[in-house]
């Protein structure tokens, strides 16, 4: 069975940073974070492709963000210049055998998911 496993979401004053873990049980290629805030549908944060070619972010999070592969089972991000509207369920995703250039924050061309790590930006 896959398995992917957020850590690293706490509870902030806005300015702070954070930096959340993903973790999988087997290689995957296309990995990326999106998010979920009570009363919105869940977006696209950023991406990272097989072997740390490429990274996008939404538009939101550009300059504040860093998303990045350790591995092919291994994606974090630092979240720095936190805001309260950062404020969300944080999921981990990934591809295995899908062009990364398609998935981007396309959500329904991801594979796995995890459970989510709560990120909390107090003002």
């Known amino acids: 069975q896959v398995h992917l496993v957020e850590s690293g979401g706490a509870s902030v004053h806005a300015g702070g940073s954070l930096t959340l873990s993903c973790a999988a049980s087997?290689?995957?290629?296309?990995m990326a974070w999106f998010r979920q805030a009570p009363g919105n549908e869940r977006e696209g944060v950023a991406n990272?492709?097989?072997?740390?070619?490429?990274q996008h972010y939404t538009d939101s999070v550009k300059g504040r963000f860093t998303i990045s592969r350790d591995s092919l089972k291994l994606m974090k991000m630092r979240m720095d210049s936190l805001k309260p509207e950062d404020t969300a369920v944080y999921y981990c995703a990934a591809t295995r055998g899908k062009g990364c250039a398609a998935a981007l924050f396309r959500a329904d061309l991801y594979d796995y998911w995890g459970q989510g790590t709560q990120v909390t930006v107090s003002s």
């Open positions: 087997g290689n995957m290629d296309c």
């Open positions: 990272v492709f097989q072997g740390n070619i490429s």
